[in-house]
C-alpha cells in the first residue's frame, strides 16, 4: 500500500524568504505525485504534479517542486513567500500505470508566512 | 464552467439522525471521490465512483454510511443514525477519467457537525 509523509506539522517563513514544504512517499512501481492546497474554509485546490519527465515540476502561484526517486521525495518550493502563500498543503501519491485511481493523501502541512 | 458544488455548505445535526450530503462534479467528469477530513487528521478515502458504480469503497467507516451517483452524474453521500465522531468536513472530488495521472477537483466541502 502507498503512503505518504509530510514530516512537518508546520512551517513558519518570513515573507521574501524561500520556502520548502517536504513531502516523502512510498509506493510500488513509478509514483504520480500532487501537490495541493487548501485556504480556510475552502475545498482543497490543484498546485501541481509530476507524472513523468523533468523531475522539476512548476505550478501555479510560483510554486514548484522536484521529484527525487532515489530520496522518494517531492518537496514543494518557492523561491519567495507571499503573506497569502499561508494555507494548508497536502502532498498526494497514486501508483501509476497500476490501473489503481485513488490519490492517498498525507496529513497536510500547515504554512505560516509573516509579514 | 463551474467547479465541483457541494451542498449544503454546513449541516448541523442531532446524534441518531439520517444525513445527506450532495456532490455535484464538474459536467463531462466521469470519476467522482468523496472524501472525510476531520481535525488533525488528513484527507481520509471514502468511495470512489466510476460512473455510477462504485470499483472501490474500501474506505467507507462502518454500513452507517453509504453513497450513491445517479446519471453518471450527482452524487449522495448518507450518513445513517450519526455518531459525534462523523462530525468532520466532507469532501468531493471529480476528475475527467479514472486515469491516474488525471487531476482531482475539489469542491468546497461539507461541514457536519453532530451534536
Known amino acids: 500500500a502507498q503512503s505518504v509523509a509530510q514530516p512537518e506539522d508546520q512551517v513558519n517563513v518570513a515573507e521574501g524568504n524561500p520556502l520548502t514544504v517536504k513531502c516523502t512517499y512510498s509506493v510500488s512501481g513509478n509514483p504520480y505525485l500532487f501537490w495541493y492546497v487548501q485556504y480556510p474554509n475552502r475545498g482543497l485546490q490543484f498546485l501541481l504534479k509530476y507524472i513523468t519527465g523533468d523531475n522539476l515540476v512548476k505550478g501555479s502561484y510560483g510554486f514548484e517542486a522536484e521529484f527525487n526517486k532515489s530520496q522518494t521525495s517531492f518537496h514543494l518550493k518557492k523561491p519567495s513567500a507571499l503573506v497569502s502563500d499561508s494555507a494548508l498543503y497536502f502532498c498526494?501519491?497514486?501508483?501509476?500505470?497500476?490501473?489503481?485511481?485513488?490519490?492517498?493523501f498525507g496529513k497536510g502541512t500547515m504554512l505560516l508566512v509573516s509579514p | 464552467g463551474a467547479g465541483v458544488s457541494q451542498s449544503p455548505s454546513n449541516k448541523v445535526t442531532e446524534k441518531g439522525k439520517d444525513v445527506e450530503l450532495r456532490c455535484d462534479p464538474i459536467s463531462g467528469h466521469t470519476a467522482l471521490y468523496w472524501y472525510r477530513q476531520s481535525l488533525g487528521q488528513g484527507l481520509e478515502f471514502l468511495i470512489y465512483?466510476?460512473?455510477?458504480?462504485?470499483?472501490?469503497k474500501s474506505g467507507l467507516p462502518s454500513d452507517r454510511f453509504s453513497a450513491e451517483r445517479t446519471g453518471g452524474s450527482v452524487s449522495t453521500l448518507t450518513i445513517q443514525r450519526t455518531q459525534q465522531e462523523d462530525s468532520a468536513v466532507y469532501l468531493c472530488?471529480?476528475?475527467?477519467?479514472?486515469?491516474?495521472?488525471?487531476?482531482?477537483?475539489f469542491g468546497p466541502g461539507t461541514r457536519l457537525l453532530v451534536l
Open positions: 498526494a501519491v497514486v501508483p501509476g500505470l497500476s490501473g489503481y485511481s485513488t490519490l492517498t
Open positions: 465512483f466510476q460512473g455510477n458504480s462504485a470499483p472501490d
Open positions: 472530488a471529480s476528475r475527467f477519467t479514472s486515469g491516474p495521472e488525471e487531476t482531482q477537483y
